[in-house]
């Protein structure tokens, strides 16, 4: 089952807005991985971090591997409509390198 | 290059009825990695393969779902017999070693 505490649940904003989630977990995790899941389809990775303070963007998104290694959190600047979706973040623990937990995802809205 | 492939992408059956979905991971991956996402539940790993060998089933929910690799290019999740409470979206997701995992496009399944 889920290990990773993922938050907010939901967020409605307006276009332009900028964005934050964050994932924590109880144990220490190798890998953070935040994904995209866009309705009918799987989800798609967004940003992958390896080392603890770790921070990576990709365009308008940046993420940060937590220095105590059980955190991440994402941000999105200047949010548009096509950012709607459900954020996910996923992560190894490092127990077992190959086992992947999954948060319960963000649902993103965002109004024009 | 083709991502990962699964096959239906939508299955509605009645109860008792076997169900059997499909995958094709990306060629060259040695990793390949069942998930089921429910509502309640989010996503959950059933079971991953490595090299076509199972490593870890600890996620199948009970004896009614097998899962098998007969060669590097082609999984298949099995349901026998299904229920109701099987309903759900499955993913397969392929990687190469501890690479990030790629998902395929997921098959939804209903019992009725």
């Known amino acids: 089952g889920q290990q990773l505490n993922q938050s907010p649940q939901s967020m409605f904003i307006q276009e332009g807005e900028d964005v934050s989630m964050n994932c924590t977990s109880s144990?220490?995790?190798?890998?953070w991985l935040w994904y995209k899941q866009d309705p009918g389809e799987g989800p798609v990775l967004l940003i992958a971090?390896?080392?603890?303070?770790e921070l990576t963007s990709n365009g308008r998104l940046t993420a940060q591997f937590g220095i105590t290694r059980k955190d991440s959190f994402l941000n999105i600047s200047a949010s548009i409509p096509s950012d709607v979706g459900i954020y996910f973040c996923?992560?190894?623990?490092?127990?077992?390198?190959?086992?992947?937990?999954f948060g319960a995802g963000t649902r993103l809205t965002v109004k024009p | 290059d083709a991502g990962v492939i699964q096959s239906p992408r939508h299955e509605v059956t009645e109860m008792g009825q076997e169900v059997t979905l499909r995958c094709k991971p990306i060629?060259?991956?040695?990793?390949l990695f069942w998930y089921r996402q429910t509502m309640m539940r989010g996503l959950e790993l059933l079971i991953y393969?490595?090299?076509?060998?199972?490593?870890?089933d600890s996620g199948m929910p009970e004896d009614r779902f097998s899962a098998k690799m007969p060669n590097a290019s082609f999984s298949t999740l099995k349901i026998q017999p299904s229920e109701p409470r099987d309903s759900a979206v499955y993913f397969c997701?392929?990687?190469?070693?501890?690479?990030?995992?790629?998902f395929g496009p997921g098959t939804r399944l209903l019992v009725l």
């Open positions: 996923a992560g190894r623990p490092s127990y077992n390198n190959n086992d992947m937990r």
């Open positions: 971090l390896y080392k603890a303070g």
């Open positions: 144990s220490i995790f190798n890998t």
């Open positions: 393969f490595n090299n076509n060998v199972p490593i870890d």
């Open positions: 060629s060259g991956h040695d990793y």
């Open positions: 997701a392929s990687s190469w070693g501890q690479e990030t995992q790629y």
